[in-house]
Each structure stands twice: as C-alpha cells, then as structure tokens.
C-alpha cells in the first residue's frame, strides 16, 4: 500500500518534446542551401561552418517559406549533416578516379562490381554511387573549399539581387 501512496505522489515523467526534432524536407533543404550559398557570398563563411548570424537568417528564409519554425541550431544540424554527406562525395570521387565523373549529371560513375564492393565497404556512400547528386556544385560552395562563382559570386559591396541571385538587364518593379 505505502508503495503506491508513494509513486502516485512523483511528478509524471516528462513529455516527450516533439518540437525538438525539426523535419526537414527535400524542398527546405533547397531554401536552405541557396541560402548558405547567398551567405557565403557574403563573406559568412568561416573556418568549417557559418556565422551565426548566417544560420539565423537562414533559418528565417525558411520559416517564413514554410511556415513551420526552424531555428538556426535546426539550419547549423542540417548543415554538419549535409557537411558529413559532403565528405562521403569527396570521398567516393577520389576513390573512382577523375574519369567517372560526368559532370553535366553531377554523378559519380562506377560498375555494377565496383559500386557494390565500394559500397560494401563504405555504405554511407550508397546514395553517391550512380545517382546524380542533387546541388553539387551548391554544396562544394558551402561544404568545401569552392569559392562562389558565377551564378553565385557577388561583390562584397553589392546588395542581394531580388530575383533570387539571377543577374540581368530590366530593372526591378519599383515602389
């Protein structure tokens, strides 16, 4: 009896904190990158990751695209996962040599042998081998060592472009 008296005067065990977990989509992961792209442009880029500041605009671009709160902790894990995806790339790529990659797919090339035992020794690396990879050159700018280019360059002195980083003639519809 005293037994119960006892365990019915303990606070309830806590709730599970489902807000903890953000979900991310294919969709947010996209915002995402182009955001960290644009970051980068702007010279938040630093040793292995971003400014905070850089992950909490981030984190409001996606927020207010989707709607749903994303945090800057939520853009920075997004980031080290895409990071850890990053060097699974690198490394495949150095592993198959400079001739299997077709870079009009973004897709590292191997044969059926040799994406099995590549695979069977690296099985992080399995959605790499023969698949184009989704925002290649995107994820070189925020994961490795590229540098913005293009598309994606800026000078440091130029604001964002409001058509979402096209450059070209016709002026912007005014106020």
Same mark, same amino acid.
């Given at each position: 009896?005293?037994?119960?008296?006892?365990?019915?005067?303990?606070?309830?065990?806590?709730a599970?904190?489902?807000?903890?977990?953000?979900?991310?989509?294919?969709?947010?992961t996209?915002?995402?990158?182009?955001?960290?792209?644009?970051?980068?442009?702007?010279?938040?880029?630093?040793?292995?990751?971003?400014?905070?500041?850089?992950?909490?605009?981030?984190?409001?671009?996606?927020?207010?695209?989707?709607?749903?709160?994303?945090?800057?902790?939520?853009?920075?894990?997004?980031?080290?996962?895409?990071?850890?995806?990053? /060097? !699974?790339?690198? $490394?495949?790529?150095?592993? +198959?040599? =400079?001739? &299997?990659?077709?870079?009009?797919?973004?897709?590292?090339? @191997?044969?059926?042998?040799?994406? /099995? !035992?590549?695979i $069977?020794?690296?099985?992080? +690396?399995? =959605?790499? &081998?023969?698949?184009?990879?989704?925002?290649?050159?995107? @994820?070189?700018?925020?994961?490795?060592? !590229?540098?913005?280019?293009?598309?994606?360059?800026?000078?440091?002195?130029?604001?964002?472009?409001?058509?979402?980083?096209?450059?070209?003639?016709?002026?912007?519809?005014?106020s």
């Open positions: 009896m005293e037994g119960k008296t006892a365990a019915l005067a303990l606070p309830p065990p806590p599970k904190r489902a807000d903890k977990n953000f979900k991310w989509t294919r969709a947010m996209r915002v995402m990158v182009a955001g960290l792209v644009e970051q980068a442009t702007l010279g938040m880029k630093v040793d292995k990751g971003f400014k905070r500041r850089a992950y909490a605009a981030v984190a409001r671009q996606v927020t207010e695209r989707f709607g749903e709160e994303c945090l800057d902790n939520n853009v920075e894990n997004r980031f080290k996962t895409l990071k850890r995806n990053w /060097a !699974e790339i690198k $490394k495949l790529r150095a592993a +198959a040599g =400079p001739h &299997v990659f077709d870079a009009a797919t973004h897709t590292i090339l @191997l044969s059926d042998a040799a994406a /099995a !035992e590549y $069977k020794a690296n099985p992080k +690396a399995e =959605p790499f &081998v023969n698949q184009p990879i989704e925002m290649y050159e995107e @994820l070189g700018i925020i994961c490795g060592d !590229e540098k913005p280019t293009g598309f994606y360059s800026r000078g440091s002195g130029e604001p964002p472009a409001e058509d979402g980083g096209r450059r070209g003639g016709g002026g912007g519809g005014g």
